[in-house]
């Protein structure tokens, strides 16, 4: 124990000499006029980070926004004086001058917007041409400003309604830029005895409008696919089939059934149909009556058409035609080599009721199978026919609904003479 008393005294009186031996550095006078302060540094950080936090908080709120408004896609500048504003749209005001203002307004559920130091102003409805100056002559009497701009942020994304002749018809959120032809791609796209060119559309106000588009898909019109409107029903209605159906396929043209027309020649029903096209071979319109086809010139002749009648116009020589029972018939680009399977696999594939064993090419006005017809050449026309199982199917099923009919009548007759 003194031998450990002795060492700790003697490390205790070393250090306290070398602790002695170490100079003092004083901070040149100086260094010590330019240092900052602590509480300064404090100040100024606390300053940075409030501006900071400012920056952040202005950017959660723009994400905030567009998180629920959504991102809507957009064709282009919107169009000031077709596009109508509704309720969560998003606007950015600017002002500078005395009163400077930088605000994202959002449109509210009953049609406002609230101009700060002023109050709400009505916008819902309007154009966007028109909701810009109503917001522009209050930012005028409000703030008398220097400057000021009002931008549309952010379009909004609402629920539209479609029905009649669709795949899935439904309701479905659309945004403010969509088009008719958007919503029935939507549910699924039309089915094939829909009507196009008689759309019908009626807005929350009870306004209706009956809208053509097969401008729009024949030819790229964009006016003949007008902007949906909040709460929009569209029905697409099926095609008068009161005195029978033609089909039509071909390039340029909405491929599928339309309404016969008695005494109706095939130019009258192409200047129908819109099918008239600068790329489309007028001189080789191919007719198929009762299975039978006949290729006519329609430069000098005309042809009176018959209910159940098939029109194909053959287009410009590097596409083919697949058409008959098929998911999407129209026109598809001619590649060497590949087989009448594969293009029909392009058009979406068979149709429930359409057949693999029952496919006929059509070439220079021949029929031909499609072992025959092998190699494709472009221009040829490849038709699906009804499946004999689904067709004999159809027919028992029909013959079994009127037998089920029947005696459901003769039942009630007894029970009634009892």
Same mark, same amino acid.
């Given at each position: 124990m003194r031998k450990l008393a002795t060492i700790s005294a003697i490390s205790l009186m070393l250090i306290s000499i070398a602790t002695s031996q170490v100079p003092t550095i004083k901070q040149p006078a100086s260094l010590r006029r330019t240092t900052i302060s602590p509480t300064a540094v404090s100040t100024g950080a606390g300053k940075a980070l409030e501006k900071i936090? /400012?920056?952040?908080?202005?950017? /959660?709120a723009i994400q905030k926004v567009a998180q629920k408004v959504g991102y809507v896609p957009l064709e282009g500048p919107i169009d000031a004086e077709k596009f109508i504003v509704g309720p969560h749209d998003v606007i950015? *005001?600017?002002?500078?001058?005395v009163s400077s203002v930088d605000e994202f307004l /959002?449109?509210?559920?009953d049609g406002f917007i609230t101009i700060p130091g002023y109050g709400a102003i009505k916008i819902a409805g309007l154009t966007w041409a028109a909701a810009k100056k109503t917001i522009a002559d209050t930012v005028k009497y409000v703030y008398n400003p220097e400057k000021f701009a009002i931008t549309l942020a952010f379009a909004r994304i609402f629920v539209a309604h479609v029905a009649g002749c669709v795949q899935f018809p439904g309701s479905y959120q659309v945004g403010a830029t969509g088009r008719i032809w958007?919503?029935?791609? *939507?549910?699924?796209g039309q089915t094939g005895l829909a009507d196009l060119s008689k759309i019908k559309v009626t807005h929350r106000d009870g306004s209706t409008e009956t809208i053509d588009i097969t401008p729009y898909l024949a030819e790229g019109d964009i006016s003949a696919n007008p902007y949906l409107r909040d709460g929009d029903?569209? %029905? %697409? $209605?099926q095609i008068d089939a009161t005195n029978g159906l033609v089909k039509l396929y071909g390039g340029g043209v909405r491929s599928g059934f339309y309404g016969y027309k008695p005494n109706e020649t095939i130019s009258q029903f192409l200047q129908r149909s819109g099918a008239f096209s600068k790329f489309n071979r007028l001189s080789s319109v191919l007719l198929i009556r009762d299975g039978k086809p006949k290729t006519i010139n329609l430069f000098e002749e005309d042809v009176t058409l018959s209910p159940n009648?098939? %029109?194909i116009i053959p287009t410009h020589l590097d596409s083919i035609i697949v058409g008959g029972l098929v998911a999407n018939g129209?026109? =598809? $680009? =001619?590649y060497p080599g590949l087989s009448v399977e594969a293009y029909v696999a392009m058009a979406g594939g068979m149709s429930e009721k359409g057949s693999i064993a029952r496919i006929a090419v059509f070439r220079n006005g021949k029929k031909l199978s499609p072992k025959k017809a092998y190699p494709l050449m472009p221009g040829d026309v490849i038709i699906v026919y009804y499946s004999y199982f689904q067709l004999t199917k159809d027919v028992i099923e029909t013959i079994g609904r009127i037998l089920s009919a029947g005696i459901t009548v003769l039942y009630i007759i007894d029970r009634l003479s009892r």
């Amino acid at each position: 124990m003194r031998k450990l008393a002795t060492i700790s005294a003697i490390s205790l009186m070393l250090i306290s000499i070398a602790t002695s031996q170490v100079p003092t550095i004083k901070q040149p006078a100086s260094l010590r006029r330019t240092t900052i302060s602590p509480t300064a540094v404090s100040t100024g950080a606390g300053k940075a980070l409030e501006k900071i936090s /400012e920056i952040e908080t202005a950017k /959660e709120a723009i994400q905030k926004v567009a998180q629920k408004v959504g991102y809507v896609p957009l064709e282009g500048p919107i169009d000031a004086e077709k596009f109508i504003v509704g309720p969560h749209d998003v606007i950015h *005001l600017q002002v500078w001058g005395v009163s400077s203002v930088d605000e994202f307004l /959002e449109v509210t559920n009953d049609g406002f917007i609230t101009i700060p130091g002023y109050g709400a102003i009505k916008i819902a409805g309007l154009t966007w041409a028109a909701a810009k100056k109503t917001i522009a002559d209050t930012v005028k009497y409000v703030y008398n400003p220097e400057k000021f701009a009002i931008t549309l942020a952010f379009a909004r994304i609402f629920v539209a309604h479609v029905a009649g002749c669709v795949q899935f018809p439904g309701s479905y959120q659309v945004g403010a830029t969509g088009r008719i032809w958007d919503i029935i791609q *939507l549910a699924g796209g039309q089915t094939g005895l829909a009507d196009l060119s008689k759309i019908k559309v009626t807005h929350r106000d009870g306004s209706t409008e009956t809208i053509d588009i097969t401008p729009y898909l024949a030819e790229g019109d964009i006016s003949a696919n007008p902007y949906l409107r909040d709460g929009d029903i569209v %029905v %697409v $209605p099926q095609i008068d089939a009161t005195n029978g159906l033609v089909k039509l396929y071909g390039g340029g043209v909405r491929s599928g059934f339309y309404g016969y027309k008695p005494n109706e020649t095939i130019s009258q029903f192409l200047q129908r149909s819109g099918a008239f096209s600068k790329f489309n071979r007028l001189s080789s319109v191919l007719l198929i009556r009762d299975g039978k086809p006949k290729t006519i010139n329609l430069f000098e002749e005309d042809v009176t058409l018959s209910p159940n009648d098939v %029109v194909i116009i053959p287009t410009h020589l590097d596409s083919i035609i697949v058409g008959g029972l098929v998911a999407n018939g129209g026109t =598809y $680009p =001619y590649y060497p080599g590949l087989s009448v399977e594969a293009y029909v696999a392009m058009a979406g594939g068979m149709s429930e009721k359409g057949s693999i064993a029952r496919i006929a090419v059509f070439r220079n006005g021949k029929k031909l199978s499609p072992k025959k017809a092998y190699p494709l050449m472009p221009g040829d026309v490849i038709i699906v026919y009804y499946s004999y199982f689904q067709l004999t199917k159809d027919v028992i099923e029909t013959i079994g609904r009127i037998l089920s009919a029947g005696i459901t009548v003769l039942y009630i007759i007894d029970r009634l003479s009892r």
